[in-house]
Each structure stands twice: as structure tokens, then as C-alpha cells.
């Protein structure tokens, strides 16, 4: 139905609300079947191609274990360096190519609007797993579907982002989505990493309510979800800039004693020194949890744009 | 039957025009196969082992898709740094070991004779994938496929070699199957870049026609087919004579205005600005096309070299 | 059975005499298997997770074979630049969700006792595919399963281990291994790379039966099997003190012409210059055999352990 409409995911604005329920309502079986441990044979002889100009672990990995999951194939790059890039090739040229090879392209790079570049050229259906600062629509829709799993809802929550919200694209991504949802953000940042202006305005267009402050312990006991964010070392052009900040925000046992009961704390992952690993195994800590979830939410998209 | 016999294929030499002709059968067949989306099994269990000391994207990505797309599974490494050529073992012991985990090997190293010396020492069929500037007997095959698809025969053809016929080993091969097949081939070059004379000679032996020019507004509108090749930096000792040399040739469409209907474009890919990208959709550009076509002739060669 | 118990393999000391023995006999049902190019399902939708902190062509590969063997699939990464560690994450971060990507982990990192704590925090099986100079246990059981082919027992055999017996971990868990089910071990050394007093003073604490010599030519006559190993560059703090010690031991026509008929040699590989290409067609020169072994040791591993 609508859904058959998804050729190319680069944007979480791509998507519908309708769409996105969609997916969630498809991870949830996905989820059922690999609880169940049953074997999925419904991507047999597909090939996915993760094309990786930069490194990644958690990504990168989690899509492969998707598609192979659902009984199908993967072929592709960790780094630029084992690419053509290197002999001086466009990104359209090595698109343009491997669509001969694959079914369906997840990309990360390193540039802002590289999967979007790369989707106008492609003939085959593209995943943007991260290009740049910019979006990463997929960690969106895993971050939904642990936020549904765990709330039993994605609307009408209390939801604090916190940490880096200038440079981190995961965040920027989720705030739109929560935003179309209609729930409550709070932006917790020092005031040089703060969500850029052009993303606040979009979400307040259409109706989002999102409230801004520095200081993270007077809003704690208010929220439902905290999303904490790694600072990204790689993103800075001073080191010196870098050290200042990364130490602002650090979840502890301190923090956790007196955080609500019914408070869950999510990452992204990796972490760096934002989450004190004392905490882990306290049962509101659940980015584990959230990066399995990686899991069902990209078997379902696979599926979903492969048309199967 | 013949072909029976091919157990390694480091060059195009060790292949007869039967052969060549029973390859591009079998190809044709595969691309039926890829066409019509059907799945094929008939390499469930066996391993292809892809032994990248240089990196490649078209290459290896090719082969570990016809692997796939045939039911069969892939191992390797994408480069040197990340197999024991670091410790400091010799490319004989590494064939010697990994011919004990796969079924059939594809190997690209930057040296010469490098992938006959290890068939040499191989129990299991070794594929050339590229040993340095020498040979690259795949793509001729592809390059041929190519060529039937679009003109409905491989000989008594009028076909261009353009670019660096020197270093480029993709027009060594191919120059020596084109004369096998009793076409006329036209070396366009600039001096410093011709073909060499051991590759003509050998040629000629066999009544080969070739003629060699500079100039390619001169010979353009007699061509059914022309072949553009990159001027590969990574061949060049010196910079400033490379860059002196790489805007020799360079496709537009202005060109393209003046060149035959009927002409196609091929090129081995990756270029770097001998085409402009802006011909990219007119319909005599098939080098796009032509690296699709590399999946189903490995599709056939794997599926003959295996003997399955 | 007993072999439920295997949870994770970080150590040779993990396994009992029991365990080891039906490991071997598992192996030698792999083993006819794979001689009979027989296709296997059992591992159909498993996923094995490779990750590579550290360069590996051998254990790698043939873990990755093994898995394919079985019908299983593989992720993972070949060196750490392609990974999350670069981004500052610990191992057990990077355990912690990889393990929500797969069935089984197999790991290779350079640190001492990495494997035995990504094991404390894993909730799936975890093998150690070499911890630095410290254990590498699937190495040791290929290296049983090929003295149990060649000499019909891996009992009451005369076996010397030679070369860097400091820092090579092969040497430290096969010493253990073999002193575990009655052999006589002669070391054979330089004085700089002497077998560490610990791991000697564990096997003399259960009996094990050691002797100690720097000459080979003294003791090659009394033994069934000689496994020497690589003087390895990377472990060594000094080029001259490698330089001075690598040619110590080298097995060549001359020796071979010496050594008794019955004698196997071994080696782990990859070799430098301690074992001359010229004896490699040697009847009694059988590591390439011992590198093929990995496979079918590999996969009994793998089925056992992941409880199938």
C-alpha cells in the first residue's frame, strides 16, 4: 500500500506517519520471529550492499545480521581506503556501479546529503546509514521502536535529548520524529553544541513543543525517556574545545538515585565517559537493549523496500 | 567437454576460441537467469576465497555477487594490510594455506605473473582478478560479452583501443582476443602511452590487424566500438608527466555530436575524467551497462571452473 | 552431555580430557563430511561474529569457512581500524552489542585475557582466537586433531616444541594439552625465548613430563613430532634482538636428511625463514595438512558450542 511508495530511505522526512507505524508494526513481528528462533528464508539469492566510506561497528553490523536473517546476502566495504574512491572515483560513479550488484545499498559517508546524491542516481532503493552531521533515518527507527517496545506508546511522552545536538545526527533525526508524534522534547546541552536553529524551526512548524536549558538535574525528574548522546571527538576542529565539553554530562549511580522509577536512559552508542558502565546493569539502562533492536527494525525495512 | 580443462585462468591465453564461445554461451544463460529474477543453487556450500592485495570495488564486489547470486558463500580480504602478506608471508604459502578453506580462488595482487605463479602451486582453480599493469582475463571476457550483446557478434568488427594502452592491462587481454576473433583493432595513444611491441607482435603472428594513430578525431567515425581507458596515476612514477598525459582523451558531447550512430562507448571503469559525466545518458554510452555485465560472465566462469 | 557445559572457549584449560576428546571425534566427522563434498544445513540462519582487533588470514578465514561449511552466515571486521574502537569504545562495549547481532563471537585482540573478559560480560558463546602472546585454544585442538590423524593417538608421544617459546601462545596451550594426556615435551629454545617458568610449573604440578635444550640436532632423533614455530617480529621490543634470534632454528634438506622417517613436522603458520620451501614436498612436512585441519576442527567447535 502506501508503503510500496518507500523507494529510497535518506530522510526520516520520507516517511509518513502512517509509514513509520508501519515499520514499527513490521519490526514487531521481526522481533517475534527472532525471540522465536525460527528461520527466515525470504531474502533468498537478494544481495544487500553496505557501502561504508567510513567505519562503524554497530551499524554496519546490525544490517548485515538483518539481512542475513532474513536468508539473504551482503556484499560491500568497511572503509573508503578497500574502495575505488581511492583511484578517484565520484560517489555517483560507485553508485551507478554496485546498483548492477545489489538489490538494495546501505551507505554512510562522510558528507552531509551524500545518500541523497547517491539515491538520485540509483535505480535500486538506497538506506542512508549516516552521512555526515546530517540525518540517520534508520537509529531513528530503531530509537521509536525501543521507545514503543518499552512505553507501549510514542506519543504524548516527556523526552529529554542530551549532550551533543549541534553535530550529532541522531538526535536531529529523533527530534523530528518525536516532534511528529507530538511529544514533549527537552534539549539538554551546553550552549555551543545546542540543535540547530533550521531543525527547531521545522518541528515548531508543524506543531512540536520543545523546551531548551543547560542544566540536565532540574529536568530529570520530569521526563519519560532520556536520550544521552556522545560527544564526537571527530566532528571537532579544536581539541582543546573537545576536552572542555565532554565531561558536562555524566550519568552515575549518583544521577541514578535520584532519577524517577520509571525513567529509561538511551544511547546510541558508542558511548565514551557519558554513561559511568556502574550503571549498566541498573534495569532503566537500556541502550543494550536498544541497539539489538537494530536488529528487527532493519529486517523490517529491508523487507519493507525490497517489495518482497 | 573442452572446457573441462580449465583449471586456472590467470590469462586469455589459456583459453581457446571454443572456449571463449562456450563462456559467452553460458553467460548469455545467466543472464537470463539474473533477468528474470529467478535463484539459482548450484553453489550451496562451496566457498570462493577473493584475494584482494589491491584494493577494488568492480572487481571483488562483482565476484562475490555472482558467487551469491549463484547459492554460494564468499571469504577474503579486500587488502593486503589485513592478511598475513603483513607477517611477512609469501604469496605462495598464503595459496597454499587458503586453497585448504574455499573451492575456488580469485586473486588481484600488484605484481606481475603473480597469479600463474600461484596457480602453480594450487589445488584448486585460480581466477586472475589483476596482477599489476599485465593482465585481467575476466574483464576481457565481460568486455567480449558486452560486445555481443550490443552488436550480435565478435568479429569483423572496427574496434578502438583509446587511453593508455601501456600500463592499461584490461586492453592487453582484450587486444588479443579482438584479433582472435578476426576483428580490425585501431591503438589511439599518445606515445609515451602505446601499446607494447610484445603484445602487437604476438598478435600479428597470428594475422591480427592493428593500426595506431594519435589521433582520435581522425579515426572516430570508422569505429563500431571505441574502448576508453583511465590513465592510471597509481602506474606513474612521476606527477608532472602524469598530468601532462591525462587530458589527452577526453569524451563529451561535443564529440559525441560528430561520432557515429552506431558507435558504442565502453570503458573499464573506474574513469576519472576521461568521459564527461554529462554523455552519461545518451544511449551509445554502455559502460555502466558493461559492468553489470561482469556479474553474469562470473556467474559462468565460476559455474564452469567449479564443474559443477 | 559433559559438552553442554562448554559455554565459552577462552582457554584450552576450559576443556576437560572428556571435552577434548569429543571435540577430536566431532572433528573426524567433520572432517569425512567435508571429504565427501557433502552439503550441511545445521548452521542455517546462525550467524558466527568475527571480530579481528588484530590481522589474521589463517584463523580468520577458516573460522569464516567453517561456518560457511556448516550453512551458517558471517559478520564481523579484519582489523580494528574498521570498528568502534576507533571511536574510543572498550571491548566490552563492543561485546555487549555484538552480541545482539549473532549466535557465536570469535575474537582475536591484542591484549592478554581480552577474550576470558569479553566472556564475563557475553551472553552468547564467546571463542578466543588468540589473546595476544597468551592462548589461542582452537589452534591447540587442530593441533591435537592432527597428531591424532598422523600418529593414530595424542597419547605417550615425544614431542619438541621449537622456537619462540616465550611469546608464542600456540606452544603455551598445546604444551598444556599435550602434558594433559601423557606426553614428553622437550622445549627447545635460546635462552631468551624459554617456555615461561608458569605455564611449566602448572603442566610439572599434574605430572607432565618436560625437558629443556637450545639444540635441535641433539634431540631430533628421539622425537615423533617437532612443531616449531615463527620468531615473531611483532612481539619484540628491538629489531637487532630479533634479528639476532630469528635464524636460530631452521629446517632445511640438510636436517630432513637426518631426522628420522617417522618424524611429522608442524608449524602453526605463517613461517618466515625457520621451515626452507624445499623440504615442503617432504612426506613427513605436514603443516599445510594442519592448516587444512582447521576447518573440520573449526566446525565441530562451532556445532557443539552453539548447542545444536
Not at 112 to 127: T, W
Request: glycine content about 6%; hydrophobic content about 40%; overall charge positive.
Amino acid at each position: 500500500m502506501v508503503l510500496k511508495q518507500i523507494t529510497h530511505l535518506t530522510s526520516i522526512d520520507n516517511l509518513t506517519k502512517e509509514q513509520i507505524n508501519f515499520i514499527l508494526d513490521k519490526s514487531k513481528q521481526m522481533l517475534n520471529i527472532l525471540n522465536s528462533k525460527k528461520t527466515l528464508n525470504i531474502c533468498k539469492g537478494k544481495i544487500l550492499a553496505c557501502l561504508f566510506f567510513e567505519a562503524s561497528t554497530r551499524t554496519r553490523l546490525s544490517f548485515e545480521a538483518a539481512m542475513h536473517r532474513l536468508g539473504g546476502n551482503v556484499i560491500g566495504f568497511a572503509d573508503a581506503s578497500t574502495s575505488s574512491a581511492k583511484k578517484g572515483e565520484s560517489l555517483t560513479d560507485t553508485i551507478k556501479t554496485v546498483q548492477n550488484y545489489a538489490d538494495i545499498i546501505c551507505i554512510r559517508h562522510p558528507l552531509e546529503g551524500s545518500s541523497k546524491l547517491a539515491a538520485k542516481y540509483c535505480k535500486i532503493p538506497i538506506i542512508n546509514a549516516g552521512d555526515g552531521g546530517h540525518e540517520h533515518p534508520t537509529q531513528t527507527l530503531m530509537d521509536l521502536f525501543t521507545i514503543m517496545i518499552k512505553k507501549n506508546t510514542i506519543s504524548n511522552l516527556k523526552i529529554g535529548l542530551c549532550g551533543d545536538l549541534k553535530f550529532g545526527r541522531t538526535t536531529h533525526s529523533l527530534l523530528q520524529a518525536l516532534a511528529l508524534f507530538g511529544n514533549e522534547i527537552i534539549c539538554i546541552s551546553p550552549e555551543e553544541l545546542r540543535m540547530p536553529n533550521e531543525i527547531k524551526d521545522k518541528i515548531q512548524n508543524y506543531g512540536g513543543k520543545i523546551f531548551q536549558t543547560e542544566n540536565l538535574n532540574e529536568v530529570i525528574n520530569k521526563l519519560d525517556i532520556l536520550y544521552i548522546t556522545r560527544i564526537q571527538k571527530e566532528r571537532f576542529i579544536s581539541e582543546k574545545e573537545y576536552l572542555r565539553l565532554k565531561g558536562r554530562y555524566i550519568l552515575d549511580k549518583k544521577i541514578m538515585s535520584i532519577a524517577p522509577k520509571n525513567l529509561f536512559i538511551m544511547h546510541p552508542l558508542p558511548r565514551v565517559d557519558e554513561i559511568n558502565p556502574e550503571i549498566d546493569n541498573d534495569k532503566r539502562c537500556i541502550y543494550f537493549q536498544q541497539a539489538f533492536f537494530g536488529v528487527p527494525v532493519r529486517m523490517a525495512i529491508l523487507e519493507i523496500m525490497l517489495k518482497i
